[in-house]
């Protein structure tokens, strides 16, 4: 017996044109990219996958989810880590793929300004701004996929945030879609507006619960003229904030990265993705990678790079904060260092499920935080691994938990995840932590969030999703638990 044919499918059909509309009986491999989450934890069913090409076509999708009282799910490069873009189980939520918007609008170069269209893929962006001697300095290991909307629907972290901050921090304005189908365009590319509240930074962070971002104007920089890195093997954790300090106070504003590597991180690098070759790390704990970044004439910014991370290097080495050393001497060397770190999550991933967790800490708490988690964790679950990386300038570790060496990864989640989570969490909030440094919420911390967050904070989010999207058609039970 056949399916009663939906009709919100032919007003999908009718907004977008009819390829660009998936129904539910569409073959798996033309669905399942779209209904899969990256890691592959959860494989959802959506009432229809549409992909508008234009503003206004979003405009249109989202008018007639809303007279279909339809949830919409908004989804760019679908690499998030929480569940937030991928439909549920329901078959219910309409899922809006946003990556045939993916237009340069406009590079104004006197302006340092960029102005694209949500769906355009992040290393699209990076290039189409090293195409104009400029820079985009927003990095992240799913640069190739994820899209400048997610970005800034999950205000993303990454590499450079030492420096720059987080995609929050690149905006100067949206265009967006809001749940009845009007368009909100905010896209000037002013650095001082004063003009009430502000609210592109309401959008940003907020995980496609209050809009569909479809546009935006990102902040540009100067292109560095070189860049440099060293790989630092160092005894332990309070050296490698030591060793942090002093870079900030050698190389001040100069210091564009500063990124932590436990050594069973490391050797799942090694272990995985042999050709890769990580450096120094048999004989530390941790390995820390540093980069430099100079604008001084080119002609001198390669060498003055070199002489400052070498005058680093030896300081670090004499006061006992490292080990060892890796210096590059290319821009090739410093970009295979770059590509170890950046492969930290595939070679994890390809070990097996693990216990996730992107938490941020005051920096000066990381070493207490980590000593009694990790007595916690050895006391409850001898045996499990520890896979501990990030972005220690920036305050923000992966702390993730692998079952014990040679045992079934998912039957180990299954029975410990849920105290495991608890154990961390519990951990993060003593030490004045959050439970999400640059993830977000989705679905997969949405029921955790009550217990961590100010209940008051939750209350004036709820107000502000309420008010904004009173049917709550926006991506529900993400970030805030239906009601
Ligand atoms: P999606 O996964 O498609 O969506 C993410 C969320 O944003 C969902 O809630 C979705 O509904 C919403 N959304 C997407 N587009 C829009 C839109 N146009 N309007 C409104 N809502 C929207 N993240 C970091 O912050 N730092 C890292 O260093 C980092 N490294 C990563 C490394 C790997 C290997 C992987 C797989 C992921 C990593 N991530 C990292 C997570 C992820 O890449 C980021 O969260 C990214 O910003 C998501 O972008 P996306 O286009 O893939 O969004």
Redesign the pocket.
């Known amino acids: 017996m056949g399916t009663a044919p939906d009709p919100l499918l032919d007003a999908l059909r009718a907004c977008v044109g009819a390829p660009h509309v998936l129904a539910p009986d569409a073959p798996t491999a033309e669905l399942e990219p779209y209904e899969r989450d990256?890691r592959g934890r959860q494989r959802g069913r959506a009432r229809a996958v549409v992909r508008p090409g234009s503003t206004a076509e979003v405009a249109a999708v989202v008018r007639a989810c809303a007279a279909a009282g339809a949830a919409i799910?908004?989804?760019?490069?679908?690499?998030?880590?929480v569940l937030?873009?991928v439909p549920d189980s329901s078959g219910t939520e309409v899922l809006l793929c946003?990556r045939r918007l993916n237009r340069i609008r406009a590079l104004d170069a006197a302006n340092l300004t960029l102005t694209l269209e949500?769906g355009c893929v992040l290393q699209t962006a990076q290039q189409a701004a090293a195409n104009a001697g400029l820079w985009l300095p927003l990095s992240?290991?799913?640069e190739g996929?994820?899209?400048i909307?997610?970005?800034l629907?999950?205000n993303?972290?990454?590499?450079q945030v030492l420096r720059f901050g987080n995609a929050r921090d690149l905006c100067l304005g949206l265009e967006v879609v809001c749940p009845d189908g009007a368009i909100w365009n905010g896209l000037g590319g002013l650095r001082k507006d004063n003009t009430g509240y502000d609210l592109r930074h309401l959008y940003i962070g907020s995980?496609?619960t209050l809009?569909?971002?479809?546009a935006a104007t990102l902040k540009l920089q100067p292109q560095a003229a070189a860049q440099g890195c060293a790989w630092v093997g160092v005894p332990s954790l309070e050296a490698a904030l030591a060793l942090l300090a002093l870079a900030q106070r050698q190389l001040g504003p100069g210091l564009s990265g500063f990124e932590l590597m436990g050594q069973l991180a490391l050797q799942l690098v090694a272990q995985h993705l042999p050709t890769l070759r990580p450096p120094l790390w048999q004989q530390w704990p941790y390995c820390v990678l540093i980069e430099l970044s100079e604008s001084a004439a080119p002609e001198q910014a390669h060498a003055l790079v070199q002489t400052r991370l070498q005058a680093l290097l030896q300081a670090s080495l004499e006061q006992g904060c490292a080990g060892d050393a890796v210096l590059a001497e290319t821009l090739a060397q410093a970009q295979r260092l770059w590509h170890i770190r950046e492969c930290i999550?595939?070679a994890q991933a390809q070990e097996g499920l693990n216990a996730k967790h992107d938490i941020s800490l005051p920096i000066s708490r990381i070493p207490a935080f980590c000593a009694e988690a990790e007595a916690l964790l050895a006391q409850a679950l001898p045996g499990a691994r520890l896979v501990n990386f990030g972005h220690l300038g920036d305050g923000n570790l992966h702390y993730n938990v692998q079952c014990p060496a040679g045992a079934d990864a998912a039957a180990f989640l299954r029975q410990h995840e849920a105290h495991i989570n608890a154990l961390v969490f519990d951990c993060v909030q003593r030490h004045g932590g959050s439970i999400s440094a640059?993830?977000?919420i989705?679905t997969l911390r949405a029921a955790t969030l009550p217990r961590y967050k100010d209940a008051q904070a939750l209350a004036l989010m709820r107000q502000i999703k309420q008010a904004l999207d009173p049917q709550g058609l926006l991506?529900p039970g993400?970030v805030l638990v239906r009601a």
Request: aromatic share 2%; charged share 5%.
């Open positions: 990256w799910v908004p989804q760019g490069g679908n690499t998030g880590l937030g873009g946003t949500a992240l290991a799913s996929s994820c899209t909307g997610g970005n629907a999950t993303a972290g990454g590499t995980e496609g809009g569909i971002l479809t999550p595939l640059e993830h977000g989705g991506n993400r």
